[in-house]
């Protein structure tokens, strides 16, 4: 299985509400990130975890909290949010760390009203 | 930090011509170049990566060269076609480093 899966597709949330976006890999890959990608731009690094600890915070507002309950999951909950933070959340994994390839999932395209 | 950049932004070629993107990265420690390709409303997804030990490595159509020294590595897609259409991303990242630095992107347009 080389897939990276993310759940949900789309999501619209107003910015009182509290949502999750999920991640699972079954590929054994020891490190998994979190991109935020906004319209024509590339993808901006949030989070990294490295064998289920967090290793790179990007500087991100506390609204985003990640979350890896285990080395197959991961989850980024979302609270209070502002509009300009509607884009595509990209999770990604790699065998060990960034000098090998991502695997990017699906992505979940997020709309804050 | 690493800082990468990439030229051109938008490159439109006839179907069956060559296309070439270049890129530059700023830190002398970075050691592996992957290249993305991500089509309209789909992820990213990689086509081509190169190490450092090496100047130049070749997948059927596409080929990158890397230049250590000028630190800089283009991406080489000869013989184009319609489905070559998307944004493609090079990126640049350490030896056991956890963060990916990815250039502006490039919006290649195949026309048939």
């Known amino acids: 299985d080389t897939e990276v899966t993310q759940t949900p597709k789309h999501l619209v949330m107003g910015m009182t509400n509290k949502k999750s976006l999920k991640c699972e890999q079954h590929m054994g890959h020891r490190a998994m990130y979190w991109y935020k990608q906004k319209a024509k731009k590339p993808p901006e690094l949030m989070f990294v975890?490295?064998?289920?600890?967090?290793?790179i915070n990007e500087s991100v507002p506390s609204r985003f909290s990640p979350e890896c309950p285990n080395s197959s999951l991961l989850n980024l909950h979302l609270h209070a949010l502002q509009p300009e933070d509607s884009a595509l959340y990209l999770c990604?994994?790699?065998?060990?760390?960034?000098?090998?390839?991502?695997?990017f999932g699906p992505g979940t395209r997020l709309t804050v009203t | 930090g690493e800082n990468v950049e990439q030229h051109p932004s938008t490159l439109s070629v006839q179907e069956g011509d060559s296309a070439v993107i270049k890129c530059t990265y700023s830190d002398s420690a970075s050691n592996y170049f992957p290249w993305y390709k991500q089509e309209l409303g789909k992820r990213p997804q990689l086509i081509i990566d190169i190490r450092s030990n090496v100047g130049e490595k070749k997948d059927q159509r596409i080929a990158v060269t890397l230049n250590k020294t000028a630190k800089h590595f283009s991406l080489h897609i000869t013989e184009t076609q319609p489905e070559d259409s998307a944004v493609y991303f090079c990126a640049a990242s350490r030896n056991a480093g956890n963060m990916l630095t990815f250039g502006g992107g490039t919006r290649l347009m195949v026309k048939p």
């Open positions: 975890y490295s064998y289920e600890k967090l290793s």
């Open positions: 990604a994994s790699s065998h060990q760390s960034a000098s090998y390839e991502q695997y």
